[in-house]
Each structure stands twice: as C-alpha cells, then as structure tokens.
C-alpha cells in the first residue's frame, strides 16, 4: 500500500470528523495498513569470536549480524575476497570453509539459506562461520572481521565480511596476515 492511499484515507477520516462536529452526520470509517516487504542488515557492530582448538591450529571465527525483516528472506553466501580462502599477500593460503549458522536454515542448492519469517518477530541473528587450519609449526596471533552495508537492488541488500587471520611459527614475532572475504546478499 503506497503512502498516497493512507494520506487519502487520513484526508477522508479528517473530513468525516470535521463533518460529525459540525453535527451534520455521523461516520464510521476504518483505515487499514500494510507494509511491504523488506529486509536490512543491522549497521551495528558486533565482536568477532575467535575460537581455536588443535594446539591454535584450527581457528574458527564467527561474526554475528542482525537481519531485520518482516517476510520471507533468502541469503546466498558468496566469497569476494580472495575467492573466500585466507590468502596472504606474498602467497599461501589456508585450508578455509565458510558457512551461516543461527536463524537460518540451509536451502537444497549451493550456499543459499532461508530465514523464515515469525509474525511478531523482526530481527533474526545470522552467524558467519568462517574456518581455517594453519599448517604444521603455524600458531595464530589473532583475527578481526570487518563489515559494510550496501544496497544490492530493490529487493536486497548485502553485507559484506572481510577476515584476517595473523598467524606466525611458533618460535617467531613476525607474523603472516591472511586475508579472505565474503558476501552474504539478503533477497525478498
């Protein structure tokens, strides 16, 4: 229902009141409302967990968004930066999988998820898993994610999710930044 339609049906309901205090007549009118579909990513910043297992071999990293919506929404998970694998700049790149946990649940084909609308619930955590195994004498330093925000179309938006992972031999101070990056595009 486009806003033209409730600015008419405000005009007519101001009228008809206008009209009953005048003591010409008595009406009853009732306005109802829809508002379209729509989803959006939360602008807010959320830490990214770091966990590790195998000696700080095995690291996962996870970034929690919030995805606002009032229908049904579809997410297709697509790698950009380094074609999704933690790569760094003077070569190598480490085993990487990726995947979104939470409120979602996995759609028949490729890395496309649904979020299902609940009536009376708007927002939905959406978890991006990112995982990666360092090589044998590698330990990790640490790992941050960033995120944006932008319009993908009329009906979609995108955030976009860039990792680094900084890891080093175990008996060093330098350490190796690998970098990877996704695209989660939210559709309705």
């Not at 590698?138 to 179309?153: D, E, H, L, Y």
């Not at 680094?164 to 008996?171: F, K, M, T």
Request: glycine share 10%; with cysteine; proline share 3%.
């Amino acid at each position: 229902m486009s806003r033209y339609t409730l600015f008419i049906g405000a005009a007519v309901l101001a009228l008809a009141c206008s009209w009953a205090e005048a003591g010409q007549a008595t009406a009853r009118v009732s306005i109802s409302a829809r508002v379209d579909g729509f989803a959006e990513w939360c602008a807010g910043e959320t830490p990214t967990v770091v966990t590790t297992a195998t000696g700080g071999r095995s690291v996962r990293i996870a970034k929690t968004l919030t995805l606002f919506a009032n229908t049904e929404v579809t997410l297709t998970l697509t790698p950009h930066v380094n074609a999704g694998v933690l790569t760094a700049d003077e070569g190598g790149a480490l085993q990487t999988a990726a995947t979104l946990t939470g409120d979602v649940e996995p759609a028949p084909v490729g890395n496309v998820y649904r979020v299902h609308h609940v009536p009376g619930r708007g927002a939905y955590d959406i978890t991006l898993d990112v995982g990666a195994t360092l090589p044998a004498g590698m330990v990790m330093q640490s790992a941050k994610c960033a995120t944006s925000m932008q319009r993908a179309g009329q009906n979609s938006q995108r955030v976009d999710a860039t990792f680094e992972v900084n890891a080093s031999a175990q008996d060093s101070l330098e350490s190796t930044a690998y970098r990877c990056g996704f695209s989660i595009t939210a559709s309705w």
